[in-house]
């Protein structure tokens, strides 16, 4: 699906981001509020869902050339997190849903995770 | 291209508002570099957590970098309290991090670990008191 799409799935705010963004397509994601677990296992090109709406959080989502980040349970990120985000280009989503319920939308939609299990290199449904 | 690329960037300890921006720094260099983009991430993952690790536990530290035709070489030097145990610090999950660190998402112990999978060799060494010396090497294969 596309980034627009996903918007639509998760009545999200597009908080930072152009209509250029909504065009690209979205295959993965990846859910963690460890950066540490994202940095590990997130593959670039994927998404991010989490609810940690720190600076740290864009930074991670740049070093892997994430699509965007798609931050959960309704939290509004602070203005320096935006800010960066808009620095470095990369779009930000916000969802009321929960983190659960934003992946299983998203995965009905037909999103897989990144990896699907540890041990395994990557998603034998991609 | 036959010519090796050099870069020398400081990093704070402590001052976590700018945590992540040698290594986004790093990175714009070495996607001008038109680095392959599966070794542009392996490196970028690579040099964010070791500047995490300066800004979390050291006082101050350097990031060299080094790109050659064959290899990009990371050396992260710091001056700080050292690792007494390298072995169990290397350990996934193993972390001494403060609870300000963890609010930021870090702090899960995974960050040597990740360091050293994204490594093709890898060497750490450490003196307590002194500091710790990280040699980060990454094979570029055919990607010149
Ligand atoms: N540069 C460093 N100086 C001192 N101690 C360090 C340094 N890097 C890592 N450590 C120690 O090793 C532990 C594990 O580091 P790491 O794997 O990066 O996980 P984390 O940073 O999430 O704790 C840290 O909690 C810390 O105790
Ligand atoms: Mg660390």
Redesign the pocket.
Known sequence: MTLGEVVKVLDAKLLVGEDRHLAIEVKTAFSADLM?DVLAFAKSGSLILTGLTTPQVVRTASILDAIALIIVRGKTPPQDTLKLAHELDIPVLSTNYILFETSGRLYANGIVGCVEKIGGINNSKL | MNTTYKKSLAVEGGNFDNAGMASIEIKKILKDLNIHDDILRKTAIAVY?SE???I???RN?RINLIVDDNEISID?Q?E????EDIE???Q?G????TEH?RQMG??????????KSCSDRFEIS?TVNV??H?KIIINRGNNL
């Open positions: 540490s | 957590e995490l690790n300066i979390s536990y050291a530290g992260v710091d700080g309290p050292g690792i169990l610090a290397m996934p193993y972390s001494t991090a660190i870090f702090g899960a112990g995974m960050g040597l670990y990740n360091i450490s500091g710790t990280l």
